[in-house]
């Protein structure tokens, strides 16, 4: 490692899937360099995921809804900050795909001073030192972007789970919430981010899928946050299902992800963060990007495909003309999709219900 290297800073605003996807790259930096300070820079959702990542030294939180309230001191603040850390290199782990994203990126990277920045380059990124040419959307998984900007610093090993270290505390809450729980059981989860909601499969669908699964003696326990409730009643009103909902922060929702048998859920931050800690996980994509969203060692497979070889973690698509349509190419696309949202219902309670329970055979 060149001795210049001592500190790096690693910029990843995200929430909680978008976190997950860099957990490689963070995995080979701290391998390649075992001795230097890695900070990071995220979100408030993002410092709770990355605060289990042991490779980790100290986390920064830029809260983008105080810059939208016209937050200038926050943003000086940071900077400020992040000036006296002296970082030797900084990390940029965003396609610069939007204006006000490009100014504020520039803004912060110019405000560490470092004189190494490395990040995604769709031709806008002239501020970057080291490039790595954005494909597009897509055209690797996010979570391999991330991993080629880490190896442009020269962390060239492959990563290795784990990625997470679970505290003890988090793992004792998680075993008093589900004492009652009968084993074994497949986690639920009916919700997705405030961005792009029509990611969101039907609530009434899932309650379709847990019914069919209890019939079979599995125990269900659902999970989400706590305004999640209201959407997720179709679910919480069939008997013996176990609502955690509102009941976990990561750290123990993580705790409870690592004793399913099967994760079931919509693209959400919840099936990343279940992949991440290998646990056989069922993800379901409509107008999103799969090439681009997929979780950490999936496979994508057509509802009609036949399972063979797939691996425990699967990405659930249909392949239609019009999809995707959220995250194309260089641009954002369409997060709120169409009405039809086709891609979607194809994706039938039988045919989802069908796949879990493959993938519970094969697990």
């Keep these: 490692m060149p001795a210049r290297f001592r500190r790096i800073l690693v910029v990843k605003i995200a929430d909680l899937g ?3 996807l860099t957990l490689p790259a963070l995995r080979v930096l701290r391998s390649a360099y075992p001795d230097i300070t890695i900070d990071v820079l ?7 995921l990355y605060g289990l990542c042991p490779v980790i030294n100290h986390i920064y939180v830029l809260e983008k809804s105080r810059l939208r309230r ?16 002296q970082y030797d290199a900084v990390i940029l782990l965003h396609h610069l795909t ?9 803004i912060l990277l110019a405000a560490t001073g470092s004189p190494v920045r490395a990040g ?9 030192t080291h490039r790595v040419v954005d494909r597009g959307f897509g ?17 060239l090993e492959a990563p290795e789970p784990p990625y997470l270290q679970i505290p003890e505390e988090a793992r004792s809450q998680a075993q008093r919430l589900l004492e009652p729980v009968p084993r074994p059981f497949v986690v639920i989860h009916p919700g997705v981010g405030p961005f792009a909601p029509a990611r969101r499969w039907p609530a009434e669908r899932f309650a379709a899928v847990a019914r069919e699964l209890a019939r079979r003696q599995l125990g269900i326990v659902v999970t989400g946050t706590a305004n999640e409730k209201t959407d997720a009643a179709p679910l919480l009103n069939i008997e013996g299902v176990h609502d955690l909902i509102g009941r976990t922060e990561i750290a123990t929702l993580a705790a409870v992800l690592e004793q399913a048998s099967l994760v079931l859920g919509s693209d959400c931050g919840v099936v990343h963060l279940a992949a991440a800690l290998g646990r056989p ?9 799969v090439e681009a969203w997929r979780p950490l060692g999936s496979s994508i497979a057509n509802p009609l495909q036949t399972l063979h070889d797939t ?6 698509t249909v392949r239609l003309p019009c999809s995707p349509c959220c995250y194309v190419g260089y641009r954002v696309g369409r997060p709120e999709g169409c009405s039809l949202r086709t891609c979607l219902t194809l994706l039938t309670p039988e045919l989802v219900t069908e796949t879990a329970l493959k993938l519970l055979a094969h697990c």
């Design 42 to 48: 995220t979100s408030r959702v993002g410092a709770e």
């Design 70 to 85: 016209g937050g200038l001191l926050h943003l000086l603040e940071l900077a400020v900050t992040l000036r006296r850390r």
């Design 18 to 20: 978008d976190a997950v």
């Design 98 to 106: 939007t204006w006000p994203g490009r100014l504020l990126y520039r």
């Design 311 to 316: 691996g425990p973690v699967l990405a659930l």
């Design 139 to 155: 055209a690797v998984p996010e979570w391999q972007y991330a991993l080629e900007i880490a190896q442009a610093l020269g962390a």
């Design 281 to 289: 996980t069922l993800a379901l994509f409509g107008p999103t990007n």
């Design 120 to 128: 995604i380059d769709n031709g806008t990124g002239h501020f970057l």
